[in-house]
């Protein structure tokens, strides 16, 4: 399945990326396009939704992770949101929950 990207109208600086589909190692660098051509818009916080992503391997991760280093460099913060619960273990399970402020799941 193909990734879909959507950038958001910023609202209050805040830029969101709507992602649907498959972010893995044939879709990253499509990611990474995405995430540079929404910070060229200035935001104060990029968020990244990922509740319709079906799939992420550790490529998708580490696009994310240079999304969060390139947020980081432009002077932004980088959020995901509506992470399902198989995603947010994903997060829990590779250590970069903390990386990205993730709360713990509930039990």
Do not use: N, Y
Request: glycine share 8%; aromatic share 4%; net charge negative.
């Amino acid at each position: 399945m193909p990734l879909l990207t959507e950038i958001g109208i910023p609202s209050a600086g805040k830029v969101t990326i709507v992602l649907s589909g498959e972010l893995e190692q044939q879709t990253a660098d499509q990611f990474r396009t995405t995430v540079r051509a929404a910070l060229q818009l200035e935001p104060t916080v990029l968020a990244v939704d990922l509740a319709l992503i079906t799939f992420m391997d550790s490529s998708g991760l580490g696009a994310i992770v240079a999304a969060k280093r390139w947020c980081d460099d432009a002077g932004c913060s980088l959020s995901l949101e509506a992470l399902t619960p198989a995603m947010h273990q994903r997060f829990q399970v590779s250590g970069l929950a903390d990386l990205f402020g993730l709360p713990e799941p509930p039990a």
